[in-house]
């Protein structure tokens, strides 16, 4: 959440900000809600300590007090609880205002309305130098014995295939293949839970905004990650780190769960946008002076691993249109799927500033003995594996329906190709 005293003396600038966003959001109702909540705790104070001193008193004088008096004290009484109960009714509504407010862009986002206005900014590979026989990876001729899509929808649903054999080798091959890449990188590897509760949720910012996104357990009060973002970032929650030990790197390989709803057409065939997946994920906690600093290197740490895997992508600058809720500058890496003629997103890499670590209360403390202060929050997709994996497929097919393997691939694998 941005600064509460940021936002009471800046309101104009901040809606000036946020109007690019596309998140609605009505800066001017919060800062009346909150001047609201602001008199009626000032009233409440003086009102219960006017209370407490005539409690005192009373009790004090014991049988000398008349009934008028005692009746006096009740109805004040009931005056205070009555009132408790509404200032909880503002705290609700001033809470749930204050978290619908989006984090700024940073002022070097691009100005635009939809992702039609986001930058390519870098390109790498040539998209003419893959294989001639590229064809969508869904049209394969053994795709389906490799992914099985009809049997995960008689199990689970729709978007949650099976990999058989090889091609469950070949994903299994993949998240080893970003993990050591990512330890490479001086990230520290984490197993994380793959629940996470509300709190540990609404931190991150996937509550309220993302809210029909996720999978809730609601008898348990849990739920599924969307990413491994969300307890990843929450390890620290409510701590105050040293600033010695920053900037800290984690990493983590989790399954990801996302209903993606309203989702249909040609753009969501095979693996292009599935409700279960698996994806490594890099997660920095920094330095507010560093943050943007480290963002390039966040980014540059997921560039290498798609150039390792001789994959063209090119890597757009978001626009303060497409960017998301809590985001204050985001990459999107996006790699080239041959057969199918397009560009896939694999990878988002953001910086949030101090947005999560104000909500999850995570700070630290200055080496010269200052106040603590929020740190700043980053993440990259360090890389989801379905889209890798549809490119790796439609790029590298060869003449005779097999599929050759990167480099990096093959000794994790034990081929050079695979074929059903």
């Not at 940021?6 to 596309?22: C, N, P």
């Not at 007090?65 to 200032?87: N, T, V, Y």
């Not at 600058?317 to 809590?326: E, K, R, S, V």
């Not at 999560?356 to 003995?369: H, K, L, S, T």
Request: with cysteine; proline share 6%.
């Amino acid at each position: 959440m941005l600064e509460l005293k940021y936002l009471r003396s800046h309101g104009e600038e901040v809606k000036q900000l946020l109007s690019a966003k596309k998140f609605p959001c009505d800066i001017d109702a919060f800062l009346k809600l909150d001047q609201m909540r602001r008199d009626y705790i000032g009233k409440f104070e003086a009102e219960r300590a006017t209370f407490n001193e005539e409690s005192g008193r009373v009790a004090k004088m014991a049988g000398e007090i008349s009934q008028k008096e005692r009746a006096e004290l009740r109805k004040k009484s009931l005056k205070i609880k009555q009132m408790d109960e509404m200032l909880r009714d503002i705290e609700v509504q001033w809470k749930q205002a204050y978290l619908s407010i989006p984090n700024v862009p940073h002022e070097s986002v691009p100005i635009g309305r939809s992702e039609a206005d986001n930058v390519v900014i870098s390109t790498w590979g040539d998209v003419e130098k893959i294989s001639p026989h590229a064809i969508p990876h869904y049209d394969i001729p053994w795709f389906s014995k490799a992914i099985d899509f009809p049997r995960g929808v008689k199990v689970t649903g729709s978007g949650f295939p099976f990999y058989v054999g090889a091609m469950a080798r070949l994903v299994r091959s993949l998240i080893q293949f970003f993990l050591d890449e990512a330890e490479h990188n001086g990230y520290t590897e984490f197993l994380p839970p793959i629940f996470v509760n509300e709190t540990s949720a609404v931190a991150t910012g996937q509550l309220p905004d993302k809210e029909g996104m996720m999978y809730a357990m609601e008898v348990d009060g849990f739920f599924a990650i969307p990413t491994a973002e969300v307890p990843v970032t929450n390890f620290f929650r409510d701590e105050t780190l040293d600033e010695a030990s920053l900037p800290i790197l984690r990493c983590a390989h989790t399954p990801c769960f996302r209903r993606e709803a309203g989702s249909w057409g040609k753009d969501v065939r095979g693996l292009n946008r599935l409700h279960q997946f698996d994806k490594v994920e890099l997660v920095k906690w920094v330095h507010p002076s560093k943050s943007f600093e480290e963002l390039e290197l966040l980014r540059a740490d997921a560039e290498r691993i798609l150039q390792k895997l001789e994959i063209p992508y090119r890597v757009l600058a978001i626009c303060t249109g497409d960017i998301g809720f809590p985001h204050a500058k985001q990459y999107d890496l996006e790699v080239w799927a041959g057969g199918q003629r397009r560009w896939l997103e694999v990878s988002s890499c953001s910086n949030f500033t101090d947005f999560q670590a104000r909500r999850a209360n995570i700070r630290f403390r200055p080496a010269d003995g200052s106040k603590p202060q929020n740190v700043h929050t980053l993440n990259g997709s360090g890389l989801a594996v379905p889209r890798i994996l549809a490119a790796l497929l439609e790029n590298n097919v060869q003449s005779d329906g097999s599929v050759k393997i990167p480099p990096p691939l093959r000794e994790r694998l034990g081929k050079d190709e695979i074929c059903f």
